[in-house]
């Protein structure tokens, strides 16, 4: 992967660390979640992400004005460059397609939000 920093492709993701998700740019302190790449199984990272998109719609389910989510973005810092280069919260590294697909964050996504009643407009969705 590309370093944001040197952009040669020496960048990997750390063995473990925390990701974040952003619901049109915005986020409960919760919504994150830790993941170890040498412990977590695939079904374990998924059931990470549906518990934060979870905890997040029931919250936003109580808005009285909702609009439709359109961008959900999942991120990290915790990626290494070989460079030895500073990897910080200027540097959102998307870890869709990483940890994860876009697909199977899409299948969560949908699903919850005809659950609970949240309208979405999701700009990856349309191909
Ligand atoms: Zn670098």
Redesign the pocket.
């Known amino acids: 992967m590309y370093?944001?920093?040197?952009?040669?492709d020496?960048?990997k993701i750390a063995s473990s660390g925390v990701v974040k998700l952003l619901f049109n740019g915005k986020a409960k302190s919760t919504s994150q979640f830790f993941y170890n790449l040498s412990q977590d199984k695939d079904e374990e990272l998924l059931q990470k992400i549906e518990d934060v998109v979870k905890d997040y719609f029931i919250y936003y389910s109580g808005f009285q004005n909702k609009d439709p989510i359109e961008n959900i973005d999942a991120y990290s810092i915790d990626f290494k460059?070989?460079?030895?280069?500073v990897i910080n919260i200027n540097h959102k590294v998307n870890v869709i397609g990483l940890l994860f697909s876009q697909d199977e964050l899409n299948e969560i996504v949908e699903r919850l939000a005809k659950k609970y009643n949240i309208p979405i407009d999701l700009k990856d969705l349309k191909r």
């Open positions: 370093c944001p920093v040197c952009f040669n020496t960048l460059c070989e460079n030895k280069c």
